[in-house]
């Protein structure tokens, strides 16, 4: 195939978030993904003005593609997926194995790119996969808040869960930048 095939590709634009509650304005994967790397971009620019040096090029690829493999999972819903270990561990090493899939037909090196950045990201361990992981909370809050003002209840446990989380979250870059993004959360749903 070539890179023309895998542009016309247009997965995670199909595959629907939170299908197991009313939403009045669906989200699919590929919408969420960008609202993670725009919220990565933000970030990344908080902690540049912390002095805080991270490589927002890299942050923000990885969160163009960090819900990649829901190409071909589909978006497995939370309750599920963390049911307990056995079944978080099961979802990850099927993860594992299919990723190189949904982008099986770009040159090679390429491919090799995407799979280490999507590693990377699931690995929570850089700076950049860290941010990632908060700028995805945050997108979420982002969903809960729309369909709350919208007047749609089923939203608001996941909005108060997410907003908690990351309010505890303990990376000391964080911890530093925190109080700026979360300014607001006083007037809490």
Same mark, same amino acid.
């Given at each position: ?23 009045? /304005?669906?989200?699919?994967?590929? @919408?969420?993904?960008?609202?993670? #790397?725009?919220?990565? $971009?933000?970030?990344?620019? +908080?902690? !540049? ?64 790119? /995407?799979?280490?950045?999507?590693? @990377?990201?699931?690995?929570?361990? #850089?700076?950049?996969? $860290?941010?990632?992981?908060? +700028?995805? !909370? ?52």
């Amino acid at each position: 195939m070539s890179i023309f095939d895998h542009l016309l590709k247009r997965d995670l634009a199909h595959v629907k978030r939170f299908n197991n509650r009313p939403v009045h /304005f669906p989200e699919s994967v590929a @919408e969420h993904s960008f609202y993670v #790397s725009y919220f990565t $971009q933000i970030l990344c620019w +908080a902690l !540049g003005e912390e002095k805080i040096e991270v490589n927002t090029e890299r942050a923000v690829k990885m969160a163009l593609i960090h819900d990649q493999e829901e190409g071909f999972s589909g978006d497995i819903l939370t309750p599920f997926k963390y049911f307990n270990e056995e079944v978080a561990a099961a979802i990850r090493e099927v993860n594992n194995q299919t990723i190189e899939m949904m982008f099986e037909d770009l040159d090679e090196k390429l491919k090799k790119d /995407f799979v280490a950045l999507w590693h @990377e990201e699931q690995s929570r361990k #850089s700076l950049e996969s $860290q941010v990632v992981k908060v +700028a995805d !909370g945050l997108s979420l809050i982002s969903k809960c808040f729309e369909e709350i003002e919208a007047g749609n209840s089923y939203f608001e446990e996941i909005y108060k869960r997410i907003l908690k989380d990351l309010k505890n979250l303990d990376y000391s870059w964080w911890q530093k930048i925190r109080p700026r993004v979360l300014s607001g959360t006083e007037k809490e749903v």
